[in-house]
C-alpha cells in the first residue's frame, strides 16, 4: 500500500493571508523524510490553494512522485502536459463546492469525451492516468474503456457513513469496486475523507494499492506542531528583553 499526502491545505493557511507560508513545497520535503510514497496537490481552476507555481516547483524538485489532480480545464491539463507529472488524476470540480464532491459523471456521453480528449494528451505526454471514480461497476468499465491506468474510488460516502451498518455497507462497496478494478486491469487507488480513525478498513483491502489522504494529516500536523511553534516564538520574546 502507498501513502500519497495532499498537502493542498497547507496552501489554504497560506492562501489565507496571500503570503509565503507555510510554503506546500516545504511541507512536501518533510512529508517525504516523514516516509509518504507520493505527494498529491489539487490545482483548482479558482486558484484557492494550490497555484501553478507550487506545481512547477514541485515538478522539478520532488524526490517521490507527483500525483497532480486537475479537473478537464484546457489551460490546466495544458501545465499537466507541461510538468510531465507522475501521474495525473482527472477529478470533477465545481466552483463552489468546499471539496471535491463525487466522482467523475462517466455515464454523461460529453463527460467522457472531455476525459478521453484529456486522456490523449497526458498520453502523450508520458503520464500516468488515473480517474477519480465513485464505487460503482459502471464507472469501472468505463474507465477500463477510456485506456485510463487507474482508478480512484472515492471513499467519502465510506468516511460521511451514520452509523457502522452504513458503514460496512459502504466499505462492501468499495471492496466489490476494488476487485472488479483489478479484474478489468486497473490499478485501484482510494481517497477522500479518510482519517487516523477510519482508514484501518479501507487499507485492509488487498486490491487497493494506493490511498490519497489530506485534511487529516494537515490537520494533525498542525496541532503536533503547535507546541513548539510555540516554544520558538517564546524563546524569541525572551531573548529580545535580554533573557
Ligand atoms: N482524492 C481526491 C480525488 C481529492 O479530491 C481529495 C481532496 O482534494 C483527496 C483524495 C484527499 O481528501 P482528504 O483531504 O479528505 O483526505
Redesign the pocket.
Known amino acids: 500500500m502507498r501513502l500519497f499526502v495532499?498537502i493542498?491545505?497547507v496552501a489554504t493557511v497560506r492562501q489565507a493571508r496571500r503570503t509565503d507560508e507555510p510554503d506546500p513545497v516545504r511541507a512536501a520535503v518533510l512529508v517525504e523524510l516523514g516516509g509518504a510514497d507520493g505527494i498529491?496537490v489539487?490545482l483548482r481552476e479558482d486558484r484557492r490553494h494550490i497555484s501553478d507555481r507550487d506545481v512547477r516547483v514541485l515538478a522539478a524538485t520532488l524526490r517521490t512522485p507527483l500525483n497532480f489532480?486537475l479537473a478537464t480545464v484546457p489551460e490546466i491539463v495544458d501545465l499537466a502536459v507541461e510538468v510531465a507529472p507522475h501521474q495525473a488524476?482527472l477529478?470533477p470540480e465545481k466552483r463552489t463546492e468546499v471539496?471535491?464532491e463525487g466522482g467523475l459523471a462517466l455515464t454523461d456521453a460529453a463527460v467522457r469525451d472531455r476525459i478521453a480528449g484529456c486522456l490523449d494528451r497526458l498520453v502523450a505526454a508520458g503520464v500516468r492516468t488515473s480517474l477519480?471514480v465513485d464505487p460503482v461497476p459502471a464507472a469501472l468499465d468505463v474507465s477500463a474503456e477510456l485506456g485510463a491506468d487507474a482508478v480512484?474510488l472515492?471513499t467519502?460516502e465510506y468516511?460521511n457513513a451514520r452509523d457502522a451498518s452504513a458503514r460496512r455497507h459502504e466499505l462492501d462497496r468499495l471492496v466489490a469496486a476494488a476487485r472488479h478494478g483489478r479484474d478489468l486491469g486497473l490499478d485501484v487507488h482510494a481517497?477522500?475523507?479518510?482519517?487516523y480513525e477510519n482508514v484501518g478498513p479501507v487499507a485492509a483491502v488487498e486490491e487497493i494499492e494506493e490511498l490519497?489522504?489530506?485534511?487529516?494529516?494537515?490537520s494533525r500536523a498542525v496541532l503536533v506542531g503547535m507546541e513548539s511553534a510555540v516554544r520558538d516564538m517564546a524563546a524569541i520574546l525572551r531573548r529580545a528583553r535580554g533573557g
Do not use: C, K, M, Q
Open positions: 495532499n493542498d491545505h498529491t489539487h489532480e488524476t477529478v471539496t471535491t477519480f480512484e472515492h467519502g468516511a481517497g477522500h475523507g479518510l482519517t490519497n489522504i489530506g485534511h487529516s494529516i494537515v
